[in-house]
Nanobody
Framework: QVQLVESGGRLVQAGASLRLSCAAS????????MGWFRQAPGKEREFVAR????????YYADSLKGRFTISRDNAKSTVYLQMNDLKPEDTAVYYC???????????????WGQGTQVTVSS
């Protein structure tokens, strides 16, 4: 069992940067691939990024490459999402999730956090 708690979401202006954190409970954090997803009002949850067990392999949604960076610190059982040059269309609830494999399908992630709201004003 893994419990995930996101933090760092807030209201920012367009062009700002923000770093989200996701703290995991338990001693098995490094056995999970970690992903970030987001869900905007009225839209389906979409994949943002994922990072492999030791952090050596990252993968991003095409539309976000170059602006978002995922990283992890296994010693702190925490995964991060650095978001730069934020745009109003980045407004969403951001979720972290844990999976046993390298996946982009949200249905294949086993554990989810409660989400953190990011709002980008124009």
């Amino acid at each position: 069992q893994v419990q995930l708690v996101e933090s760092g979401g807030r209201l920012v202006q367009a062009g700002a940067s923000l770093r989200l954190s996701c703290a995991a409970s338990g001693r098995t954090f490094s056995s999970y691939v970690m992903g970030w997803f987001r869900q905007a009002p009225g839209k389906e949850r979409e994949f943002v990024a994922r990072i492999s067990w030791e952090g050596g392999i990252t993968y991003y949604a095409d539309s976000l490459k170059g602006r978002f960076t995922i990283s992890r610190d296994n010693a702190k059982s925490t995964v991060y999402l650095q978001m730069n040059d934020l745009k109003p269309e980045d407004t969403a609830v951001y979720y972290c999730a844990a999976s046993k494999g390298l996946r982009v399908d949200a249905r294949l992630y086993d554990y989810w956090g409660q989400g953190t709201q990011v709002t980008v004003s124009s």
